[in-house]
């Protein structure tokens, strides 16, 4: 079989640049060469693209040269802000091209942690209690935080992945200044949550949710912090801050319902490809839900191909059913074909 071209696409504004560059690095190497060919497409900070190698130019340029290679898939290896939020999504819905991962609105969604907590809840998703706060007074939303969830809380940004800005605060004048910090950065809002003690686990999911999918749920990971007191961005990538358990440790029946729990997430938002939900369980309780990722890191320290090696499943063989997610998808005539060859 020749094999097909991919576009891996990665970079862009984000903060999290770097996580993007060493997620392609590892999609790159490891995609299997007997059906597929990776073709490496940076975004700069400023948003100009470079195809394999060449120089930094307009996204119309970038397209135009990826369907002269005859590219009919992108692999987004993007994090956060514009990769992760539905806007490249919409710019590949826009240009024909099917791609890796959730479409539009599962995209921005999911990205919307206040936005999908609502959506989550009216399905019946138990949550930490939590509330948001968009512009007006610090002082006044530390008082209602602490009137309401009480200390410690943790205080995030509605969006942003990776664990950006995640803080648990303890002080009460430390958590008007962290409010502060959030709802007066672009954007102005602030998501509070009650902080909940218990075993952090996560769950990725594999299927095309927005066409009917079957949707499997891989093994959990159990999150154990060791030199950190929250899953921070730098404890992610530091293999001495944590404990990453894989199939994960705990009772069947927790297990049975964090993989439940997940497969709803991926369900109800609309989600295609890999998704990762992060869970909360309380001793002798529920799990609470905490967000979901629609493009997990896919580096050799990530989450989601410790778990699907879990299941049996090689990091190779992960990406290509990605890839034939995409396609599957694009079958169903959500994504309009572009021109090229046969697929995988």
Same mark, same amino acid.
Request: negative net charge; hydrophobic residues 45%; contains cysteine.
């Given at each position: 079989?020749t094999?097909?071209?991919?576009?891996?696409?990665?970079g862009g504004?984000?903060?999290?640049?770097?996580?993007?560059?060493?997620?392609?690095a590892?999609?790159?190497?490891?995609?299997?060469?007997?059906?597929?060919?990776?073709?490496?497409v940076?975004?700069?900070a400023?948003?100009?693209?470079?195809?394999?190698?060449g120089?930094?130019?307009?996204?119309?340029?970038?397209?135009?040269? %990826?369907r002269?290679?005859?590219?009919?898939?992108?692999?987004?290896?993007?994090?956060?802000y514009?990769?992760?939020?539905g806007?490249?999504?919409?710019?590949?819905e826009?240009? +024909?091209?099917?791609?890796?991962?959730?479409?539009v609105l599962?995209?921005?969604?999911?990205?919307?942690k206040?936005?999908?907590?609502?959506?989550?809840?009216?399905?019946?998703?138990?949550?930490p209690?939590?509330?948001?706060?968009?512009g +007006?007074?610090?002082?006044?939303?530390?008082?209602a935080?602490?009137?309401?969830l009480g200390?410690?809380?943790?205080?995030?940004?509605?969006?942003?992945g990776?664990?950006?800005?995640?803080?648990?605060?303890?002080?009460?004048?430390?958590?008007?200044?962290e409010?502060?910090a959030r709802?007066?950065?672009?954007?102005g809002?602030?998501?509070?949550?009650?902080?909940?003690?218990?075993?952090?686990?996560?769950?990725?999911?594999?299927g095309?949710?927005?066409?009917g999918?079957?949707l499997?749920?891989? $093994?959990?990971v159990?999150?154990?912090?060791?030199?950190?007191?929250?899953?921070?961005?730098?404890?992610?990538?530091?293999?001495?801050?944590?404990v990453e358990?894989?199939?994960?440790?705990?009772?069947?029946?927790?297990?049975?319902r964090?993989?439940?729990?997940?497969v709803l997430?991926?369900?109800?938002?609309?989600?295609?490809?890999?998704?990762?939900s992060?869970f909360?369980?309380?001793?002798g309780?529920?799990?609470?839900?905490?967000? %979901?990722n629609?493009?997990?890191?896919?580096?050799?320290?990530?989450?989601?191909?410790?778990?699907?090696?879990?299941?049996g499943?090689?990091?190779?063989?992960?990406?290509?059913? %990605?890839?034939?997610?995409?396609l599957?998808?694009?079958e169903?005539?959500?994504? $309009?074909?572009?021109?090229?060859?046969?697929? $995988?």
């Amino acid at each position: 079989m020749t094999p097909f071209p991919v576009a891996v696409l990665y970079g862009g504004p984000s903060s999290e640049r770097e996580i993007s560059r060493r997620t392609a690095a590892a999609v790159i190497e490891a995609l299997p060469r007997d059906h597929l060919t990776p073709i490496p497409v940076e975004v700069s900070a400023d948003t100009r693209w470079s195809v394999d190698g060449g120089p930094f130019g307009s996204a119309a340029d970038a397209l135009e040269a %990826l369907r002269a290679r005859g590219v009919r898939v992108v692999f987004p290896a993007l994090h956060g802000y514009w990769g992760e939020d539905g806007r490249i999504q919409g710019f590949l819905e826009v240009a +024909g091209l099917p791609y890796v991962g959730s479409g539009v609105l599962a995209s921005a969604l999911a990205m919307d942690k206040a936005r999908a907590r609502e959506v989550l809840a009216a399905h019946g998703m138990p949550l930490p209690r939590a509330l948001e706060f968009r512009g +007006g007074s610090p002082a006044a939303a530390a008082r209602a935080v602490r009137e309401e969830l009480g200390l410690p809380a943790v205080v995030k940004s509605p969006v942003g992945g990776s664990s950006l800005e995640v803080r648990i605060v303890k002080e009460p004048e430390t958590l008007e200044a962290e409010i502060a910090a959030r709802i007066r950065a672009p954007g102005g809002r602030a998501l509070v949550e009650e902080y909940l003690e218990g075993t952090e686990l996560t769950c990725p999911v594999l299927g095309n949710a927005s066409v009917g999918g079957e949707l499997t749920a891989l $093994p959990l990971v159990r999150i154990r912090l060791v030199t950190t007191e929250s899953f921070t961005t730098e404890a992610k990538y530091d293999p001495d801050a944590v404990v990453e358990e894989c199939p994960a440790r705990v009772p069947e029946d927790l297990a049975e319902r964090v993989r439940e729990l997940a497969v709803l997430a991926h369900r109800v938002l609309g989600c295609d490809g890999l998704t990762r939900s992060d869970f909360l369980a309380p001793a002798g309780g529920d799990p609470r839900f905490l967000e %979901l990722n629609t493009l997990p890191g896919l580096t050799a320290a990530s989450l989601s191909p410790k778990s699907a090696a879990a299941a049996g499943i090689p990091f190779p063989e992960l990406l290509l059913r %990605l890839v034939r997610l995409a396609l599957e998808r694009r079958e169903t005539g959500r994504v $309009p074909p572009a021109p090229g060859r046969a697929a $995988p």
